[in-house]
């Protein structure tokens, strides 16, 4: 059955750290050489190579003595000699399983995350335009897309943001349910700070102030959000003006202050301000979150909810793995039935030769033989085989039971294909 014949041998995240990871970092086009490779070898039929930050992996279909070629191979793609007991090597219905795990990102580092659905997405197809990904491979990987797609969609683990900037756009949308009308105010040019203003923009904000010590920093972080620099000497000004504040500077102590900010806040008239303190050290004083309709949270407030998120999606995932338990038995007959399916083309390509060859054997002896003759042996020949073939594909077709099809399978082709062992899959490749 041609499950048993599917194995991945990979790297990830659980198993090898980034300095052993990174000796398997491969360019695209490295990548394309391995396939190549991998696609040469006799025992292999197809391959699939998914290379990622946290995981790399190479998914073929053949025989299981493969396994220790596909090692060689890879071998002498790496940056370095690779320790065997960071290697993980599953076959059939356990490989099946994990492939459809990976692509619903519960194996992912971060469970929910929807990058990874991308990511086997482009190594199916780069495997595909290389001719390494075949009938089989092909059935797999869309399988596990279109499970990856289900459980992301129909389970609740990619709902809970595990990012700061993410979560931080979750935490002001608590209090400002509307953002179009929201003016934000960003102090410094620090990367989740960036990142924070990028995704309140996405949201709805129309307009970003940007105070920085140097301009030249300011303008680039103004010129990525389509904001506007203000001079940081003013803040306690456009405090009164902003909504939202992100401090996201490197400086050693705070940039904002009770004494500073009071003014501010009271001129406010009970406008709420939310302030995202992204800095460490901190940017903002603790004591500003006590003044009225100040709603202050800093990293590690952050940190705690992406931390409740995280156990979410981990209580959330039992629902995927349910999904890809059931999908993972579905893909395994599914791809029972394609051997079945190309058995019985095989089965009947494999007699029509045969009575082809006999039939031009023949008339080569009979050179005499008129059009109606000729045609009269035709038609015998033809239904002899018909015949012939008639029990076998009927009682291949009518099987319903995996066990009992495969014995059928494995009888078939002892009985009638020549070499039948040797050739389960041929033209498996699409």
């Not at 599917?6 to 300095?19: C, D, M, Q, S, Y």
């Not at 659905?117 to 780069?126: F, G, M, N, P, T």
């Not at 009308?181 to 410094?188: A, E, F, N």
């Not at 054997?361 to 003759?373: G, M, S, V, W």
Request: net charge positive; with cysteine.
């Amino acid at each position: 059955m041609p499950v048993e014949e599917i194995f991945v041998l990979g790297v990830n995240h659980k198993t090898a750290p980034i300095e052993v990871r990174e000796k398997l970092a491969l360019q695209p086009d490295q990548v394309g050489d391995l396939l190549n490779a991998l696609k040469s070898f006799p025992g292999i039929l197809e391959a699939v190579v998914l290379s990622t930050c946290n995981r790399f992996e190479i998914y073929c279909m053949g025989k299981s003595n493969c396994q220790k070629q596909v090692r060689a191979i890879l071998a002498s793609f790496a940056s370095d000699q690779i320790p065997s007991r960071c290697f993980y090597a599953l076959c059939g219905e356990d490989a099946v399983h994990h492939l459809l795990c990976v692509a619903s990102s519960l194996d992912s580092l971060v469970v929910g995350e929807t990058q990874i659905l991308y990511q086997v997405k482009e190594a199916y197809i780069r495997a595909k335009e290389r001719g390494a990904a075949g009938k089989y491979l092909g059935t797999l990987f869309q399988k596990a897309l279109k499970v990856g797609k289900q459980v992301l969609t129909t389970t609740d683990i990619a709902k809970k943001k595990v990012s700061v900037s993410s979560v931080a756009v979750d935490l002001v949308r608590e209090v400002f349910p509307h953002l179009s009308d929201k003016v934000v105010l960003v102090i410094g040019s620090g990367k989740m700070g960036k990142l924070s203003v990028t995704h309140l923009v996405e949201a709805g904000v129309k307009r970003v102030l940007v105070a920085n010590r140097t301009r030249a920093r300011a303008k680039e972080v103004a010129e990525k959000v389509g904001g506007e620099i203000v001079p940081l000497q003013k803040l306690d000004r456009y405090l009164c003006l902003a909504d939202i504040v992100i401090g996201c500077t490197s400086a050693p102590s705070a940039v904002l202050h009770r004494q500073m900010c009071a003014p501010s806040i009271a001129a406010r008239q009970g406008r709420p301000i939310f302030i995202i303190d992204l800095g460490v050290p901190r940017n903002v004083d603790p004591e500003v979150g006590k003044l009225p309709w100040v709603h202050l949270y800093n990293i590690d407030q952050l940190e705690e909810v992406i931390a409740r998120n995280m156990r979410q999606r981990k209580q959330d995932a039992a629902g995927g793995l349910a999904i890809v338990s059931s999908e993972t038995r579905k893909a395994a007959k599914q791809l029972g039935n394609l051997q079945h399916d190309n058995l019985i083309v095989r089965l009947i390509e494999s007699f029509e030769n045969l009575r082809r060859d006999e039939l031009e054997r023949l008339q080569a002896k009979l050179p005499d033989l008129t059009k109606k003759e000729r045609s009269e042996i035709e038609y015998a020949t033809r239904r002899l085989a018909n015949k012939i073939l008639h029990k076998p594909l009927s009682v291949l077709k009518k099987s319903t039971t995996d066990g009992k099809k495969q014995v059928l399978v494995e009888v078939i082709e002892t009985l009638f294909l020549n070499n039948g062992e040797q050739t389960v899959h041929r033209g498996s490749r699409t």
